[in-house]
């Protein structure tokens, strides 16, 4: 794993944001991918490097104040009006032009982050601003009515509802409340509750299984036991292919020529997350062996397979963050197998 950090952390800049990956069209700082591919510093006990990724979150949110005061102040009409959801890896400024930055998913993911590592014993809050900017955040979700109000979802495409972004500010908000580290109303967790519940198992009126489901597992397990084997079960069946798995079914982003849509293997890593969550090993082994055999042999994960070949984005940041929490995972599951035998 050691490799596929180096690799990673190849994509880091001073300031502590990482570009996508080192191809010309993903040298930008996307707020998901960088708190993914922070994430991996906490299973590796690195938490002053966990800290100073997320931080760098903070820092393009507090630069941009004004935008999601006057969201709240003016529900957005315009795509340009929300939150951007990539920024220059250097000065942290918007990227111009047209893009789905509609991306409810990454604000819940900051949220749950912030929250999940207070309860860790891990705080990220600095000061008064940093509070106020949580706070914020939640006013702001509430102006963009995220349980009933479509967004760019995960993959930053049409708007639509998406039970993947709904149910990670619900995650969000309901950690930020839990660890009270803002006001949250009762009812702006009532109504994101409910909105999930109307479109589980489906991600969107119109699509019934997508990747971006697997949050919903972990990070948030915002669904119950239940539901959750219904989402396992639906994305194996449909989106599994050979290097990894499709993000929905259809998808034609680096479409091989025989017709298979893109293969993301940090799909197989999530999945094998997602088992060493369930406490079981066999199968995280499983989809961990898969998704270690689509790592190149200079330690890094592709962002997409096509006609059996790596795509120009290679590595990705967050795909290579996800095979170490893999690791890492699977390995701690092990150790407490094998003190109970």
Same mark, same amino acid.
């Not at 539901?227 to 994305?235: A, F, H, T």
């Given at each position: 794993?050691?490799?596929?950090?180096?690799?990673?952390?190849?994509?880091?800049?001073? /300031?502590?944001?990482?570009?996508?990956?080192?191809?010309?069209?993903?040298?930008?700082?996307?707020?998901?991918?960088?708190?993914?591919?922070?994430?991996?510093?906490?299973?590796?006990?690195?938490?002053?490097?966990?800290?100073?990724?997320?931080?760098?979150?903070?820092?393009?949110?507090?630069?941009?104040?004004?935008?999601?005061?006057?969201?709240?102040?003016?529900?957005?009409?315009?795509?340009?009006?929300?939150?951007?959801?990539?920024?220059?890896?250097?000065?942290?400024?918007?990227?111009?032009?047209?893009?789905?930055?509609?991306?409810?998913?990454?604000?819940?993911?900051?949220?749950?982050?912030?929250?999940?590592?207070?309860?860790? =014993?891990?705080?990220?809050?600095? =000061?008064?601003?940093?509070?106020?900017?949580?706070?914020?955040?939640?006013?702001?979700?509430?102006?963009?009515?995220?349980?009933?109000?479509?967004?760019?979802?995960?993959?930053?495409?049409?708007?639509?509802?998406?039970?993947?972004?709904?149910?990670?500010?619900?995650?969000?908000?309901?950690?930020?409340?839990?660890?009270?580290?803002?006001?949250?109303?009762?009812?702006?967790?009532?109504?994101?509750?409910?909105?999930?519940?109307?479109?589980?198992?489906?991600?969107?009126?119109?699509?019934?299984?997508?990747?971006?489901?697997? /949050?919903?597992?972990?990070?948030?397990?915002?669904? /119950?036991?239940?539901?959750?084997?219904?989402?396992?079960? =639906?994305?194996?069946?449909?989106?599994?292919?050979?290097?990894?798995?499709?993000?929905?079914?259809?998808?034609?982003?680096?479409?091989?020529?025989?017709?298979?849509?893109?293969?993301?293997?940090?799909?197989?890593?999530?999945?094998?997350?997602?088992?060493?969550?369930?406490?079981?090993?066999?199968?995280?082994?499983?989809?961990y062996a898969r998704g270690n055999d689509q790592i190149t042999r200079h330690g890094n994960v592709p962002e997409i397979y096509q006609d059996e070949i790596p795509n120009n984005h290679t590595p990705l940041a967050w795909a290579n963050s996800f095979a170490i929490v893999a690791k890492a995972k699977l390995d701690a599951e092990l150790q407490k197998k094998q003190k109970a035998d």
């Open positions: 794993m050691d490799r596929i950090l180096r690799e990673m952390e190849k994509l880091q800049r001073p /300031s502590g944001a990482f570009v996508a990956a080192p191809s010309e069209d993903y040298q930008a700082c996307w707020i998901r991918d960088q708190l993914y591919a922070s994430f991996c510093y906490y299973y590796i006990n690195r938490f002053e490097k966990l800290k100073k990724g997320i931080w760098v979150i903070f820092d393009i949110l507090h630069k941009h104040r004004s935008k999601i005061e006057a969201a709240i102040c003016t529900p957005p009409k315009d795509t340009s009006c929300y939150l951007n959801a990539k920024y220059n890896p250097d000065t942290l400024e918007e990227l111009p032009g047209p893009w789905g930055h509609h991306q409810l998913d990454m604000l819940g993911l900051f949220l749950y982050t912030v929250a999940d590592l207070d309860f860790k =014993n891990i705080p990220l809050i600095r =000061n008064k601003n940093d509070s106020e900017l949580i706070q914020l955040l939640v006013f702001y979700l509430l102006s963009v009515r995220y349980w009933e109000n479509p967004d760019n979802g995960m993959w930053e495409e049409n708007l639509d509802l998406h039970s993947s972004s709904i149910g990670s500010a619900l995650a969000g908000l309901s950690y930020i409340q839990r660890r009270n580290l803002a006001v949250v109303r009762n009812s702006l967790i009532t109504l994101g509750r409910e909105a999930l519940n109307k479109l589980l198992p489906n991600e969107s009126p119109h699509r019934d299984t997508d990747m971006a489901q697997l /949050s919903l597992i972990w990070p948030y397990n915002i669904v /119950s036991s239940q539901m959750s084997e219904k989402i396992l079960g =639906n994305v194996k069946k449909k989106l599994v292919q050979k290097h990894g798995l499709n993000r929905y079914w259809g998808d034609n982003y680096f479409r091989s020529k025989n017709g298979i849509s893109g293969e993301w293997p940090l799909g197989f890593f999530w999945l094998s997350i997602i088992a060493s969550q369930h406490h079981d090993v066999k199968e995280g082994q499983y989809w």
